[in-house]
């Protein structure tokens, strides 16, 4: 598929949460996912803001070694917390050359190998649900062209997130306090990769595609595959169809 055609996909991907099985966490990973696709980076994470200033990361939920040692600072400090506090992109940065208030971040994502960061926020009108944090191991950063297709794609999954909010008829609360559960979910989902990797002895990231597959095979959420993982060690069985009583009469 040509580049534009992702792109094209991308978008009404990110508009289909209109239906009452949307997976919040599945939703924002496929989001990762096409950023490291179609934008060429090496890693891309997206955080929440919940609540106030305090973030957390419910994707992905397979992050690359190296994403894993910067994740919990860029929550801190950097520009993925910075997008979020501005509202603003934050664009491509040379880590060897970042803001003092960057340090301690700079400095992880350095030694994890990355060469440039940058940030978009997840923004409608005057509310901010968190950011989406591009990293690049290049000699390279992000085009200016891409970050922008990159905000893009932000506007348009807060404006799908909203729009799951009003699915469920939901009246009280804000959006980041909804989407708190997908802390939980995201926490679920770690622990039953670990359970599923040692039970089918394949790596995490396959753990990971297995529970994903499964879910959306069956129409079943990524926390409740989760769930049934580490009650178990293996995957749920998928749901029984409806029982037609005629069906056991003998056939005459």
């Known amino acids: 598929m040509s580049r534009e055609g992702k792109i094209a996909q991308t978008f009404v991907e990110l508009a289909d949460t209109l239906v009452a099985d949307f997976d919040v966490i599945d939703f924002l990973q496929q989001l990762t996912a096409r950023c490291r696709d ?37 929550l801190r400090e950097g520009p993925a917390l910075d997008a979020y ?10 880590l060897s050359r970042a803001p003092a208030a960057w340090a301690a971040f700079a400095t992880q994502a350095r030694g994890a190998g990355y060469t440039y960061a940058c940030a978009v926020p997840l923004r409608l009108r005057r509310e901010t649900l968190g950011s989406l944090l591009l990293l690049r191991a290049t000699d ?8 922008a297709m990159a905000q893009a794609f932000a506007d348009a999954a807060t404006i799908g997130l909203i729009h799951a909010r009003t ?19 995201r926490i679920l989902i770690e622990q ?9 002895d394949v790596s995490l990231g396959d753990a990971f595609d297995l529970l994903r597959d499964h879910a959306r095979r069956h129409g079943l959420l990524l926390s409740t595959v989760a769930q049934r993982a580490i009650d178990t060690g293996d995957l749920p069985r998928p749901p029984a169809g409806p029982h037609h009583p005629a069906e056991d009469a003998p056939a005459e």
């Open 38 to 74: 179609i934008f060429a980076v090496t890693d891309a994470a997206v955080v929440l803001a919940y609540p106030g200033p305090q973030m957390y990361s419910p994707a992905p939920c397979d992050p690359s070694p190296a994403l894993s040692k910067v994740l919990d600072l860029a």
């Open 85 to 94: 506090r501005t509202a603003e992109p934050v664009a491509p940065g040379d």
């Open 140 to 147: 390279s950063p992000v085009p200016l062209d891409d970050l």
């Open 167 to 185: 699915l469920r008829h939901t009246d009280t609360g804000t959006i980041n306090e909804q989407l708190h559960g997908a802390l939980h979910g």
């Open 192 to 200: 039953a990769k670990g359970y599923l990797a040692a039970y089918r």
